[in-house]
């Protein structure tokens, strides 16, 4: 563990994603813009037709919805057993992010849902688990804003975190648990053609390196309002 | 490329157009609050800075 203190402290934190970012952020342009490009060149589905389209930005925001949470479930754990300087930082700089690419996943999902179902939405279990998943981010925030105690705030928010955790492996699994409208896996089966596959797989990287990229610049903000409020008590 | 989404495009280019709004939203909203707390911060240590 201790090359992780080592590079987690706020300093060594500022020095390494100031290296990382560039690289982060150009990564997710470039993936942003070839994934579009391939997205819309792909022939329509012979069964969903041109709704095809939808799964290069449903799919990519559902993963980084779930990547988000698993984050703040890892730096949850190391604030409550580690007490890591920096975890409870960003868990709570991950959490609006994941709350976003939630609710982009229920809204492109809905918008899917009505040509292909017939309605925007059913109470099954993959679209309630991932629905429970955005009331999660919004009990975790709400839990940071309503306790002044910084200290008690993380920790509370900590423990609620990872008892949401649980609610990962249900939105995974849902669909081989319980008989669901939503289709079931298809990437890791190898049910998707390839010709969906790659603008697939090239989409939800530039996600995941869109959300690191907000992530590392969130982390960094919070690092200096920090900085900001530690000054203004030292006072003149 | 195939912008012709028909029939579907009353579902597909909306679903776009929100991902978009928001992602390009989510990124101003963190450079700016980026921005804010460096410029409150070097306001901050400047009088810190010129003192003897």
């Given at each position: 563990?201790?090359?992780?203190?080592?590079?987690?402290?706020p300093?060594?934190?500022?020095?390494?994603?100031?290296?990382?970012?560039?690289?982060?952020?150009?990564?997710?342009?470039?993936?942003?813009?070839?994934?579009?490009?391939?997205?819309?060149?792909?022939?329509?589905?012979?069964?969903?037709?041109?709704?095809v389209?939808?799964?290069?930005?449903?799919?990519?925001?559902?993963?980084?919805?779930?990547?988000?949470?698993?984050?703040?479930?890892?730096?949850?754990?190391?604030?409550?057993v580690?007490?890591?300087?920096?975890?409870?930082?960003?868990?709570?700089?991950?959490?609006?992010?994941?709350?976003?690419?939630?609710?982009?996943?229920?809204?492109?999902?809905?918008?899917?849902?009505?040509?292909?179902?017939?309605?925007?939405?059913?109470?099954?279990?993959?679209?309630?688990?991932?629905?429970?998943?955005?009331?999660?981010?919004?009990?975790?925030?709400?839990?940071?804003?309503?306790?002044?105690?910084?200290?008690?705030?993380?920790?509370?928010?900590?423990?609620?975190?990872?008892?949401?955790?649980v609610?990962?492996?249900?939105i995974?699994?849902?669909?081989?648990?319980?008989?669901?409208?939503?289709?079931?896996?298809?990437?890791?089966?190898?049910?998707?053609?390839?010709?969906?596959?790659?603008?697939?797989?090239?989409?939800?990287?530039?996600?995941?390196?869109?959300?690191?990229?907000?992530?590392?610049v969130?982390?960094?903000?919070?690092?200096?309002?920090?900085?900001?409020?530690?000054?203004?008590?030292?006072?003149? | 490329?195939?912008?012709?989404?028909?029939?579907?495009?009353?579902?597909?280019?909306?679903?776009?157009?929100?991902?978009?709004?928001?992602?390009?939203?989510?990124?101003?909203?963190?450079?700016?609050?980026?921005?804010?707390?460096?410029?409150?911060?070097?306001?901050?240590?400047?009088?810190a800075?010129?003192?003897?």
């Amino acid at each position: 563990m201790n090359w992780l203190f080592r590079y987690a402290n706020p300093h060594e934190f500022m020095r390494l994603s100031g290296m990382v970012l560039p690289f982060a952020a150009i990564g997710a342009a470039l993936c942003l813009a070839v994934g579009l490009y391939l997205s819309f060149s792909v022939p329509p589905d012979y069964q969903q037709g041109t709704t095809v389209t939808l799964l290069f930005i449903h799919v990519p925001a559902d993963v980084v919805a779930e990547i988000a949470y698993g984050a703040i479930a890892v730096c949850s754990l190391l604030s409550l057993v580690w007490r890591h300087p920096l975890s409870d930082t960003a868990a709570r700089a991950a959490a609006p992010l994941g709350a976003l690419f939630t609710a982009l996943g229920l809204i492109t999902g809905a918008l899917w849902g009505k040509p292909m179902w017939g309605t925007y939405w059913v109470w099954d279990a993959r679209l309630t688990s991932f629905l429970l998943l955005l009331f999660l981010y919004f009990g975790y925030m709400a839990l940071w804003n309503a306790i002044e105690d910084e200290t008690r705030a993380a920790r509370a928010a900590a423990i609620l975190a990872l008892v949401g955790v649980v609610n990962i492996p249900i939105i995974k699994f849902s669909v081989d648990w319980w008989s669901t409208l939503h289709q079931g896996e298809s990437i890791v089966s190898g049910k998707i053609a390839p010709i969906y596959l790659w603008p697939l797989l090239i989409m939800m990287l530039a996600y995941v390196l869109l959300f690191l990229t907000l992530w590392m610049v969130r982390i960094r903000t919070a690092i200096l309002e920090r900085r900001a409020r530690n000054l203004m008590q030292a006072g003149p | 490329m195939n912008f012709d989404m028909s029939p579907y495009g009353a579902y597909i280019w909306p679903a776009y157009a929100i991902s978009a709004l928001a992602l390009i939203g989510a990124t101003a909203w963190t450079l700016a609050a980026w921005r804010r707390a460096k410029a409150r911060l070097e306001a901050l240590e400047k009088p810190a800075r010129g003192k003897p």
